[in-house]
């Protein structure tokens, strides 16, 4: 007998993230390589919301966030890696849905 698939829902005000696979080099906007190494402050990252709890207001699926990876929890979902956190340890979200904008795009 088959086994049944069951899909994951978020709870409460827990979003669900898959990080964004960006290179562990990158350059600056001046050209000069940095590598994955070099570390001059705590570096957010971006990624992308694959579930929310019925308690978020703020992002919906699809959206884009930025969140300090470090301190998330992890989990594996089909071989791919996901971040489970609290809405309120995103820090900026990039959505089609502007309101309180900050005039930077990605």
């Known amino acids: ?6 899909e994951i829902q978020m709870l409460h005000d827990r979003v669900m993230v898959r990080v964004s696979q960006e290179a562990g080099e990158r350059r600056s906007s001046g050209g000069i390589l940095i590598p994955a190494t070099a570390q001059v402050a705590k570096r957010l990252a971006w990624g992308e919301v694959c ?3 019925n308690h978020v207001r703020t992002v919906k699926v699809g959206d884009r966030v930025l969140f300090n990876p470090e301190d998330q929890f992890e989990v594996e979902v089909q071989g791919q890696a996901y971040l489970v956190m609290r809405e309120r340890d995103l820090h900026a979200v990039a959505s089609e849905r502007t309101e309180h904008g900050t005039g930077l795009y990605l």
């Open 51 to 53: 579930g929310v709890g």
């Open 1 to 6: 007998m088959p086994e049944a698939k069951l």
